[in-house]
């Protein structure tokens, strides 16, 4: 389903419903991982189905990908396939009162900064529409999570990490953020 008539191939998402259940079910609002250069909802289609078959309605979402997208285009995404989802959970079966958010690597990044939206106005657009909906989830559930995107050599600060993995991490932080302001990216940044 398009979450933003009109716009790119990246404005989908798929909803997954479990077979024999009666609503409202319990929601499940998932982004995908991908060090938010990579992959979509269609790589992500096992997560969908295995919160379906506990009981879960998941909306599982793609979003605009870096370098050709950078910040905040993935949070602008998340937050508006988020604002579509609660314009659409009761008619799909679900439960406003039930959400919960799940994601890994670059998506427990987006799940945790649009967790934050929904509980603090925010200056952003995308952020203060979130905040303004009036729906914070039940859960967030930010797995193997990229929380602090601004500082990607920190992870070799801690523990000696593959030269490889450094790489990764530093070109992650390039290719998202580009030239964006240290003022302009609280939401990269989550856990700060």
């Known amino acids: 389903l398009r979450y933003r008539p009109g716009s790119g191939p990246a404005h989908v998402l798929d909803v997954y419903k479990p077979i024999g259940r009666k609503g409202p079910l319990p929601v499940v609002f998932y982004v995908h991982g991908g060090a938010f250069q990579i992959l979509s909802k269609d790589t992500h289609w096992m997560m969908g189905l295995a919160f379906a078959r506990h009981g879960y309605l998941v909306v599982n979402i793609s979003y605009r990908l870096a370098p050709q997208h950078r910040f905040p285009a993935a949070i602008d995404d998340t937050c508006a396939a988020w604002l579509w989802m609660l314009g659409e959970v009761e008619r799909l079966g679900g439960d406003r009162t039930r959400i919960a958010v799940a994601g890994e690597s670059a998506g427990g990044n987006l799940i945790t900064a649009l967790t934050l939206a929904t509980c603090q106005r925010r200056a952003e657009p995308y952020a203060r529409a979130v905040f303004d909906a009036g729906v914070v989830p039940r859960a967030a559930l930010p797995f193997c999570a ?47």
Do not use: C, H, K, N
């Not at 602090?148 to 000696?160: D, I, K, L, T």
């Not at 302009?184 to 856990?191: I, Y």
């Open 146 to 192: 990229l929380l602090e995107v601004s500082r990607s050599e920190r992870f070799a600060q801690r523990r000696p990490v593959p030269g490889w993995i450094d790489g990764v991490m530093r070109g992650l932080e390039t290719a998202y953020l580009g030239d964006t302001p240290p003022a302009d990216r609280e939401l990269a940044d989550p856990l700060v």
